[in-house]
């Protein structure tokens, strides 16, 4: 059907304005942050350019922060907002057309498709005129594209290494940046000064003094089968809390404070729930004030990276050679079990026990703290 819908004839802008870019990602924190090295990239070698980002409202404050960025456009992508469809206005091809119109006005040269398979961001920049649209080649994203690059290897089954997010997002932007080697190239996240007061004060607020060693654990992750059991983090916690002589600090989300407080009541040292208390700017500010981030894959993990604090990763299904930490992988410490279906990319087995996957909750407190002291050599 997509492919019949692209060869509806759609009047390409006739008035695109020169350098302008949309840059189109729809998903959340982690995803986000791995695209940013690309677009500041891009700003950095065409800083004449005006770079738009088309991207979701739960990501909005995230990429805002990035000065490369000169205007946040945010519209509710399908598949990916929580809110409830809104009847058959709510569908996927009417909110295209809708968008498109906005987007028509921007009066865009140039596209750029950041999720791989993201054929509805393909089909809204078609719909908009955009003259250039850049992706990759994959069946449902390939009839909205002007120029289709080939698809990154996904299967972990292939006997071909498979491109980091990173890569994949870079490679997209090389015929305006030139080669680029991805060993120069850094993840980072803007810092303010106003963040790094918040933290402090909020520290101060349970007794934390400037010179006390902080760990931190952001024990949640999108989907339960990421989740380490909360023993094991009350284990790791306490030898840390004894032998760095640290405070045990917790972060999360609001409705993440119910699992941490699983954690902090098996400890036997103080823990510190720090859930729901800081936006994305101050979370960086408090990683970047830590010792060592742990925890397991999740975009607050991918943040802390980008602090710049050394980090100690726990992957279950995810392929952390595609959706790992970017960075020394000597400071950045991805850790998995000896599971041989490891990594199947499968994040949601509807119907299972936790249970019934171990590839995370096999891996053990020993590992995690061996991890640890290896990571805190780099610092």
């Known amino acids: 059907m997509l492919r019949m819908l692209a060869t509806t004839p759609i009047p390409p802008d006739l008035r695109p304005r020169k350098g302008t870019f949309l840059l189109i990602r729809p998903d959340h924190l982690g995803d986000m942050l791995l695209t940013m090295p690309a677009i500041v990239t891009l700003k950095k070698t065409q800083p004449a350019a005006t770079l738009y980002a088309l991207v979701g409202d739960w990501s909005a404050s995230v990429i805002d922060a990035y000065p490369e960025v000169d205007q946040v456009v945010t519209i509710p992508f399908p598949g990916f907002t929580r809110r409830a469809k809104a009847g058959w206005v709510g569908t996927p091809y009417i909110q295209a057309w809708r968008w498109a119109r906005m987007l028509r006005k921007m009066h865009i040269e140039t596209a750029v498709i950041l999720r791989p398979d993201h054929w509805w961001g393909a089909m809204l920049a078609w719909l908009a005129g955009i003259p250039n649209r850049v992706g990759y080649d994959l069946p449902d994203v390939k009839p909205f594209l002007t120029e289709a690059l080939p698809a990154p290897v996904r299967s972990p089954m292939k006997a071909v290494e498979r491109e980091h997010s990173v890569v994949q997002s870079l490679r997209l932007i090389q015929q305006w940046t030139g080669e680029i080697d991805p060993n120069q ?95 994305v700017g101050q979370l960086v500010a408090l990683y970047e004030r830590a010792e060592i981030v742990l925890g397991p894959d999740s975009g607050p993990l991918h943040l802390a990276v980008a602090s710049g604090t050394p980090t100690v990763h726990l992957y279950g299904p995810a392929d952390p050679a595609m959706f790992g930490p970017w960075g020394d992988p000597a400071r950045h410490i991805v850790l998995t079990s000896g599971i041989a279906c490891h990594p199947c990319n499968i994040l949601a087995w509807p119907g299972d026990s936790p249970e019934m996957h171990p590839c995370i909750r096999d891996i053990t407190p020993r590992q995690v703290m061996d991890a640890v002291f290896k990571a805190l050599e780099t610092r």
């Not at 000064?193 to 952001?218: C, F, Q």
């Not at 023993?231 to 002589?245: C, M, N, Y």
């Not at 999360?252 to 400890?267: A, C, F, T, Y």
């Open 185 to 279: 190239i850094k993840l980072t996240y803007p810092i303010f000064p106003s963040d790094r007061e918040y933290i402090a004060d909020r520290l101060a607020n349970v007794d934390i003094p400037p010179t006390k060693k902080l760990v931190v654990i952001h024990p949640g992750a999108g989907t339960q089968f990421k989740r380490w059991l909360p023993e094991h983090w009350a284990i790791v916690a306490d030898r840390l809390a004894e032998r760095l002589d640290a405070s045990i600090l917790f972060t999360g989300s609001d409705q993440e404070h119910p699992e941490i407080l699983k954690v902090i009541e098996k400890m036997h040292h103080r823990g510190i729930s720090l859930a729901g208390d800081t936006n």
